[in-house]
């Protein structure tokens, strides 16, 4: 495994900061998520990160210093309105294999939908599995990519998000969803 840093940068998306890190060596996206009052540096991006993956959390993180990054750029992109733009970024977490599944499941609902966390955990071959499915959208460590925000509760309700229901609603928006729009069970 390369010792390089990896990198990071940080991308205005619907008017609030986002930040992205990924390893240069393959150009997958390893966190992401945006700054909140709270955090306003994403501090806790890298924080998870590391209590993942302390390995690789090790390497340090340096600046994108071309700014034209695949990433930064797929980001910017889907900022503007290309809502598929994010679609070819390549992912890595660390995480058990039903997460991974959960997590390639939700890479699977297109803008604009949603679905329940009964319906997701059908997507990722374990109908009764709704908790786990729930957990392991909370446990999301690339906010947006992996599209933790497209999953709303069997009541049309919007359910929570890391970010802030607000962030949520206005990414649904912005990808001309609605919380009842749901586009299975």
């Given at each position: ?9 940080e991308v205005d998306v ?172």
């Amino acid at each position: 495994m390369s010792s390089q840093p990896l990198f990071r940068a940080e991308v205005d998306v619907l008017g609030r900061p986002f930040h992205a890190i990924w390893t240069p060596e393959d150009g997958a996206l390893r966190a992401a998520g945006f700054a909140t009052a709270a955090d306003p540096a994403a501090d806790s991006l890298v924080e998870r990160l590391a209590r993942l993956d302390p390995g690789l959390a090790a390497r340090g993180f340096a600046p994108d210093a071309s700014g034209s990054s695949p990433v930064v750029s797929s980001l910017r992109a889907y900022a503007a309105g290309d809502l598929r733009a994010i679609d070819g970024l390549i992912v890595a977490q660390p995480g058990s294999p039903f997460r991974a599944e959960v997590w390639q499941a939700l890479r699977r609902v297109p803008a604009g939908g949603t679905v329940t966390y009964t319906a997701l955990a059908s997507l990722a071959g374990r109908p009764k599995a709704v908790r786990a499915a729930a957990s392991a959208c909370a446990n999301n460590l690339i906010a947006l990519v992996v599209p933790c925000h497209r999953i709303v509760r069997s009541d049309g309700g919007l359910g929570g998000y890391l970010f802030g229901t607000e962030v949520k609603e206005r990414l649904l928006s912005h990808e001309g969803a609605g919380a009842q729009q749901a586009l299975f069970g």
